[in-house]
């Protein structure tokens, strides 16, 4: 039962077409303290309309008001308080829990519609920076939201495994690479090879013409250099795979954008057939300027193609495999402008999803203050964060719980959840420091304080496993509980919030909030004491343990039932 609903449906009947029901709705406030009631109505806009004091029209809606379902309605001043009936909300927000599981919240409003989701995308021959960490934990929970909101999200990671940057890898190994070394150690050899390329480059131009004769060799399908290219992202992929199963993320396609390699000829034929193709010294551009865009440069003058050219294929295959709902990008918000012209290209053309195109950017993150670099040379693996964070929650769990029989599992759902967790409870346009000691702390808004409140609530579970949990009969008199299932209940809206605005920090954020009434009400009531109320109140703390699982699991955070 939707409470907001029936708010706004008592409201709108009493209210006789004064304002719709979405302008009603929209202006229920919810208090801070649940002393002003459960939801609350302000009478300000009321006040514009009829020309009345708003106190005076507060009484009025007041006297004419159906309150069945509802404990009271109060007027305060300008305000109408809604108090709910405690017991009927508590027994059915507690039994739809229950009964649904950790299929509570979900709904069909995606109707199966498919959704690409452009996600991670790292390049080959170089390291996966804090930027792809973010592109993967976003996207992966945002594939979770949507599959949660009816959609079928399908993972897509558009590996960087094409352009003139590996012309100029292939030309460094050629000239001061090592296959031993390059077996032993691939990115970081690799990386070497490239930073050294850039720096003798400088004095030495005819390097360049070199890496661009390679590339242009790689294009046209020459043996050597393709089966470098290969040893090189094979390499790398393997890499990569490691950070991914540390994660936990897994995709459903990996087609880079080698992948549209024999798909460009097409492109450049559709642009030319519509028109939209002109010279510019000597290179294929397209006008955007009606968009007040730059041109966007569709392939240089020697023929070769661009990251544009692979993304415009990119986005025709998708359109003819999929028959997108939805078409996201989840990309660094420095791409915002190539994004516009990516669009405005795709719009130009023509192509049915073009509109459905969804640019999903987020922010920058920095690592204990430090920039991500690779031409620099200046790298902080993220690799190495994620082991320096298992190896930091192993310490804390030591020390806290030296007996736990699966020490080593916990401290990596607990290492890696805290920096999943961290870096998405931020608004994902936010740029984020990532300051990994204060991710871990176990109190505060972190991931191992929402895994420590499940873990409590299991634990709670556990000590009353003969009890049977039944989510009716008894009222839970304890004040402490009233906002943990008021919370609970805002589940199935906050669900629907967090894939309308493809964010996964309203789940986090939610996540946050529901731990800290629940440890609120274990800080000041005895649950487990044996009394008439006891199966009500572990009732609770198993429908708090489920929703808590279940909105880790939408970030891509593990839960342990112990830690
Ligand atoms: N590989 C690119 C990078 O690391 C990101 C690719 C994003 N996806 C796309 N379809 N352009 O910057």
Known sequence: MDYKQKVTAALT??????????????????????????????????????HQAPQQIAKDVAAKLDTTGFEKVEVVGPYLNFFFDKNAFSEETLKTVLTEGADYGKNEEGAGGNVPIDMSSPNIAKPMSMGHLRSTVIGNSIAEILTKNGYHPIKDNHLGDWGTQFGKLITAYKLWGNEADVKRDPINKLVEYYVRFHKEDVEHPELDDEAREWFRKLEAGDPEANKLWAWFREASLQEFSQVYDELGVSFDTFNGEAFYNDKLEEVVQILKDKHLLVESQGAQVVDLSKYDLNPALILKSDGASLYITRDIATAL???????????????????AYYFKQLKAVLTEIGLPSASKLQYVP????????????????RIILLAKVLE???????????EKNPDLPNKE??????????????????????????????????????????????????SILRK??????????NEISDPEAWDTIKTLADFPATVKMACAELEPSVIAKFAIRLSKTFNKYYAH????????????????????????????????VQAPDEM
């Open 362 to 377: 987020f922010g920058l993150i920095t690592v204990d203050g430090k920039k991500l670099s690779t031409r620099s040379g």
């Open 464 to 473: 009353a496993a003969s009890v049977d949990v039944k989510a009716g009969g």
């Open 13 to 50: 009947a009493a209210l006789d077409g004064q304002l719709t029901a979405d302008e009603i709705s929209n202006k229920i406030e919810r208090p801070k303290t649940s002393d002003k009631g459960d939801l609350a109505f302000p009478t300000f806009t009321l006040a514009k309309v009829l």
């Open 525 to 556: 009531s005895k649950i487990l004491a044996e009394d008439a109320e006891l199966p009500a109140r572990l009732a609770l703390v198993k429908a708090v343990s489920t929703v808590l699982k279940e909105s880790l699991r939408l970030l891509g």
């Open 409 to 458: 599992e916990v401290a990596h759902q607990v290492g890696v959840g805290a920096i999943v967790f961290g870096d998405l409870k931020n608004e994902r346009t936010n740029a984020i420091d990532f300051v990994l000691a204060d991710q871990l702390k176990f109190e505060g808004e972190t991931g191992p304080y929402v895994q420590y409140a499940h873990a409590r609530a299991e």
């Open 388 to 398: 320096e964070s298992v190896k930091l929650a192993g310490e804390e769990i030591n």
């Open 317 to 335: 295959y998708r359109d003819r495999t999929y028959a997108p709902a939805k078409n996201l990008y989840v990309v660094g918000s420095e791409q």
